[in-house]
Nanobody
Framework: QVQLVESGGGLVQAGGSLRLSCAAS????????MGWFRQAPGKEREFVAA????????LYTDSLKGRFTISRDNAKKILYLQMSSLKPEDTAVYYC?????????????????WGQGTRVTVAS
């Protein structure tokens, strides 16, 4: 089992940056591919980025490429999401998730464990 706790959200001005973290418990963090998803008010949860279990492969939703970067530190059991040039439309609750297996995947239904989310608000 993996327990996930996100942090790093908050209020930021448009154009600013934030780095989200997702701390994992359990001994097998490196066995899981990881992903970030977000859910804006009144909208469905959407895929943001994913990373393979070793961290060599990443996957992004096209609209966020170049502004968001996913990374992981398996020794520390932490997943990161570096967000830059933030826009008001990036306002959402951001969730990290873990899936058994090596591959980064976009589908949220393939993820086994979820954190509670961290809220990001981008002011215009």
């Amino acid at each position: 089992q993996v327990q996930l706790v996100e942090s790093g959200g908050g209020l930021v001005q448009a154009g600013g940056s934030l780095r989200l973290s997702c701390a994992a418990s359990g001994r097998t963090f490196s066995s899981y591919a990881m992903g970030w998803f977000r859910q804006a008010p009144g909208k469905e949860r959407e895929f943001v980025a994913a990373i393979s279990y070793i961290g060599l492969r990443t996957l992004y939703t096209d609209s966020l490429k170049g502004r968001f970067t996913i990374s992981r530190d398996n020794a520390k059991k932490i997943l990161y999401l570096q967000m830059s040039s933030l826009k008001p439309e990036d306002t959402a609750v951001y969730y990290c998730a873990a899936r058994s297996g090596p591959d980064p995947v976009q589908l949220p239904t393939t993820y086994d464990y979820w954190g509670q989310g961290t809220r990001v608000t981008v002011a215009s």
